[in-house]
């Protein structure tokens, strides 16, 4: 697809900031050189602590810096979407980096399908240095969903392998509908647990095969984990992100009436839901979570899916089986299993031999 098809469309690129002082320069630099026409690029600083600041001088005059008190990634994203005017959105963490076609590439996509408000493409993952680790976003044994995703965004939606915010761009009718984004809900992070789902529902989504961006893993992200390891309070976020991102579906979904399954159930988050349960049950936050329950919930979330296949089904209807009965250390190895692509490399190719489309 020719990147001129969308030489006309206003592309903003905005950038949320809090303490990734030794990362911004690079992430605004990035975003300064798109080769589309028609860019804007808008920082937020969350009240950052560090030498963020400084580094926001040396780009006056080139973009524009809106600086504000810590109030976290949806209250950031927030405040660059007020000051945004193009019909596309590139969000962009301080941390990570646009490749030079991105702009161009997602607005010709645009361009070419009036009903798109999402467009997805590959992450390259880099370390903290900038160097290519040989992952990338989302993993190859996954695809993102495209097409019309309502259905399964309304059945199965933490089961869809979407890509982080970064990796989206976004139809600027489509954000207008349900922003602002609700600070309460994501108080630190998160935020783009509602802009890549709740958009599911006002459009069709679109992905890339070209890679658009570097989605940089150093050790203090606010929310990837830097090694493959239960990380019991990362779970706890998982969670919560889940539950409130599934009540601002379940509003949407009626706003637009919508059919929808009650309750709204994903085997991911069912999954996480008992893994806390049988690590770390007093500090569940969910606490008429049992265990009996949520395998029965999983067995009905699996008949939903139309991702996967009956394989691929009673592989997960087993998993949820051991993880409810299992001793504890076994019950945390087959959790690490669950939650790790990296650890079952060689299994992976048999999964995705398994899916079928995730359309809905």
């Not at 030498?51 to 040396?58: F, G, H, K, N, T």
């Not at 997805?120 to 993993?139: L, N």
Request: proline share 7%.
């Amino acid at each position: 697809m020719s990147s001129q098809a969308g030489s006309d469309l206003g592309v903003d690129v905005v950038i949320t900031n809090h303490n990734y002082g030794r990362f911004l320069a690079e992430a605004i630099e990035s975003a300064l050189a798109q080769t589309h026409p028609k860019l804007a690029v808008v920082v937020v600083d969350d009240g950052s602590g560090d030498a963020s600041r400084e580094v926001l001088r040396r780009f006056k005059g080139r973009v524009e810096v809106v600086l504000k008190e810590q109030g976290g990634q949806a209250s950031a994203l927030n405040a660059g979407f007020e000051r945004c005017r193009g019909e596309v959105l590139l969000a962009l963490d301080a941390d990570d980096r646009l490749r030079p076609e991105a702009a161009a590439r997602v607005a010709a996509a645009f361009a070419a399908d009036p009903l798109l408000v999402k467009v997805q493409f590959p992450m390259v993952v880099v370390d903290a240095g900038g160097q290519p680790t040989g992952a990338v976003k989302p993993p190859g044994h996954l695809n993102a969903p495209v097409g019309d995703v309502r259905q399964a965004e309304l059945r199965f939606p933490f089961d869809l392998p979407w890509l982080p915010g970064g990796g989206t761009a976004f139809r600027r009718r489509a954000l207008e509908r349900i922003m602002p984004i609700p600070e309460r809900d994501y108080p630190r992070y998160g935020a783009d647990w509602y802009l890549v789902h709740l958009t599911g529902l006002l459009g069709t989504a679109g992905l890339l095969e070209v890679p658009c961006a570097e989605y940089r893993v150093h050790g203090a992200n606010a929310y990837e984990q830097d090694r493959p390891d239960l990380d019991l309070d990362h779970i706890r976020d998982s969670i919560r992100f889940a539950r409130v991102t599934t009540a601002s579906l379940e509003r949407l979904a009626d706003e637009l009436g919508l059919e929808r399954p009650r309750p709204i159930l994903s085997t991911a988050d069912l999954a996480n839901r008992l893994i806390l349960l049988r690590l770390e049950p007093r500090a569940h936050p969910l606490p008429d979570d049992r265990r009996t329950r949520l395998v029965a919930d999983a067995m009905r979330a699996l008949r939903r899916r139309s991702d996967i296949g009956a394989a691929m089904k009673l592989l997960f209807a087993l998993w949820f089986a051991l993880e409810a009965v299992a001793p504890r250390p076994l019950a945390a190895t087959s959790a690490r299993s669950f939650l790790f692509p990296e650890r079952r490399v060689a299994f992976n190719r048999v999964l995705a031999s398994l899916r079928t489309d995730s359309r809905g």
